[in-house]
């Protein structure tokens, strides 16, 4: 049986990579939310706006402790959008993603508040199937965040400039098509989740430099290693 931290832990991580679908779904950026509350704080009071940067760290599970307003403000911009009103927009833009976005529903098409938020931040709500991850992304969430502190690790270990250990990893990985580079880039330096089907060949290259550079950095076998 899990222990209630390491089951907190999981359930942070997916309500940050569900709240991340959900986003995209809406064409939004991380700082929509904060956009539209700017341009209608009739609708949307200030106080109650979802942050930019509080967004991203949510997505990001490094949010350990949120204040029972992050639920709020949550459950004010999904009360919103479940209104045929939303408020007059001037950036086209703006307007534009604000009224094609869904809000989250249950499947009684009662819109979510903010105790169904928090519900979900604790792992006792699914949101809907369409936007709820997958295992395999929630593992590869878990692997790239253990690759990037691999990677910090062995560069502090080597004195190397990270865009050169960055390098000399991706030399290792042999010829890729210039998306899985750039999502190993962007992983090693911004810990954004690698996609699946990319996740082996960066443990691979990663291993193999680390290796090189501070061998006892490694995992022992079958420790932390993902088939």
């Known amino acids: 049986m899990q222990s209630l931290p390491h089951t907190l832990d999981a359930a942070r991580v997916q309500f940050g990579k569900f709240l991340r679908n959900w986003r995209k779904s809406n064409d939004w950026s991380v700082t929509t939310a904060q956009d539209w509350a700017k341009a209608c704080p009739a609708l949307i009071p200030w106080a109650l706006r979802v942050a930019g940067g509080q967004w991203g760290n949510l997505e990001n599970g490094k949010v350990m402790q949120p ?15 479940a209104q045929k009103e939303r408020g007059t927009i001037r950036d086209k833009l703006l307007r ?50 253990r690759l ?34 750039v999502a190993i880039e962007n992983a090693l330096f911004a810990g954004e989740r690698l996609p699946t089907s990319t996740v082996a060949t960066a443990r691979m290259a ?4 680390v290796a090189e550079v501070a061998a006892d950095l490694l995992p022992a076998a079958g420790d932390g290693e993902q088939s």
Request: charged content about 25%; glycine content about 8%.
């Open 67 to 81: 204040q029972p307003s992050t639920f709020i403000q949550l459950g004010v911009l999904n009360e919103c959008l």
């Open 96 to 145: 534009e993603r604000v009224q094609q976005a869904r809000p989250v529903l249950h499947g009684d098409g009662r819109p979510w508040g903010a105790e169904d938020w928090f519900a979900c931040y604790i792992g006792k709500l699914e949101g809907p199937a369409d936007l709820w991850p997958r295992q395999e992304e929630i593992d590869a969430e878990a692997e790239t965040k």
């Open 148 to 181: 990037r502190s691999l990677f910090d690790a062995a560069v502090e270990r080597s004195g190397l400039r990270p865009v050169s250990a960055a390098m000399q990893v991706l030399r290792l990985a042999g010829d890729l098509p210039m998306e899985q580079v």
């Open 206 to 209: 990663l291993h193999s430099w």
